[in-house]
Antibody, heavy 120, light 110 residues
Framework: QVQLVQSGAEVKKPGASVKVSCKAS????????MHWVRQAPGQGLEWMGI????????NYAQRLQGRVTMTRDTSTNTAYMELGSLTSEDTAVYYC?????????????WGQGTLVTVSS | QPALTQPRSVSGSPGQSVTISCTGT?????????VSWYQQSPGKAPKLIIY???KRPSGVPDRFSGSESVNTASLTISGLQAEDEADYYC??????????FGGGTKLTVL
C-alpha cells in the first residue's frame, strides 16, 4: 500500500533553515508528483509547492519563492523540502502529499506530518 | 487570507444533509474543473474525498458528493453520521501548476 513516512519534529531558531524528508513506498516514486502542504496551528491548509520526481522540476507558491527548495533522491524514493530564513510564522505541521501526474488529482495520499516549531 | 472562501462552520443532525460551499474566481474554481475536497479529523492528515469536482476515490461512501457552478464548488454530505464530524477543505487548480485551498469548514454533527 502507498505510504509516505516523514521525518520527525524539529525545533529551530528564527533565521535558521529546516529540511523535512518524505520517504515513499508502495508505488513507483517517479510516476507521481509530490506536493508539500503546511498547516499553522489552528489554521487552514496552505499549498507550498510541487516537485516532479522524474525530472526534478519544481514549482513553488509565489509567497515562498526564494525561501523554499524541493528536491528528491530517486535512489531512496525520498522527497525533501527545505525552508530557510525561518520566522515564527513558519511554525506549522508540514505534509508531503502525492499527486497523480497531471492536474486533476492532487494529494491522493498524505504523509503523517512533521511539526516544525520556530522559537528563540 | 485563503484564496477560496468557505463558511467557517456548518452543522446538522444525524441523517440530515449538509452542503459546504467553496467560492473562488474565474482564475481557479471557475476556470478549471479541478476542485477537490479533503476531510481532516483532529490531529490527523487530510484525506481526499472528492476530486475533479464530483469523483470519489474508492472507499469513500456515496453519501459524499460534489458539484460546481460558475465560480462556486459545493460538497454535499447526505445521511449525516457522527463520524463525519471533521474539518473540510476545498482545493482548486490555479493554473501553471499551482493550487489553492479554502480556509476550511468545521462540520458539527448535533
Amino acid at each position: 500500500q502507498v505510504q509516505l513516512v516523514q521525518s520527525g519534529a524539529e525545533v529551530k531558531k528564527p533565521g535558521a533553515s529546516v529540511k523535512v524528508s518524505c520517504k515513499a513506498s508502495g508505488y513507483t516514486f517517479i510516476s507521481f508528483y509530490m506536493h508539500w502542504v503546511r498547516q499553522a496551528p489552528g489554521q487552514g491548509l496552505e499549498w507550498m509547492g510541487i516537485i516532479n520526481p522524474s525530472t526534478g522540476e519544481t514549482n513553488y507558491a509565489q509567497r515562498l519563492q526564494g525561501r523554499v527548495t524541493m528536491t528528491r533522491d530517486t535512489s531512496t524514493n525520498t522527497a525533501y523540502m527545505e525552508l530557510g530564513s525561518l520566522t515564527s510564522e513558519d511554525t506549522a505541521v508540514y505534509y508531503c502529499a502525492r499527486g497523480v501526474v497531471g492536474v486533476d488529482t492532487p494529494f491522493d495520499h498524505w504523509g503523517q506530518g512533521t511539526l516544525v516549531t520556530v522559537s528563540s | 487570507q485563503p484564496a477560496l472562501t468557505q463558511p467557517r462552520s456548518v452543522s446538522g443532525s444525524p441523517g440530515q444533509s449538509v452542503t459546504i460551499s467553496c467560492t473562488g474566481t474565474s482564475s481557479d474554481v471557475g476556470g478549471y474543473n479541478y476542485v477537490s475536497w479533503y476531510q481532516q479529523s483532529p490531529g490527523k492528515a487530510p484525506k481526499l474525498i472528492i476530486y475533479k469536482v464530483n469523483k470519489r476515490p474508492s472507499g469513500v461512501p456515496d453519501r459524499f458528493s460534489g458539484s460546481e457552478s460558475v465560480n462556486t464548488a459545493s460538497l454535499t454530505i447526505s445521511g449525516l453520521q457522527a463520524e463525519d464530524e471533521a474539518d473540510y477543505y476545498c482545493c482548486s487548480y490555479g493554473g501553471t501548476y499551482t493550487w489553492v485551498f479554502g480556509g476550511g469548514t468545521k462540520l458539527t454533527v448535533l
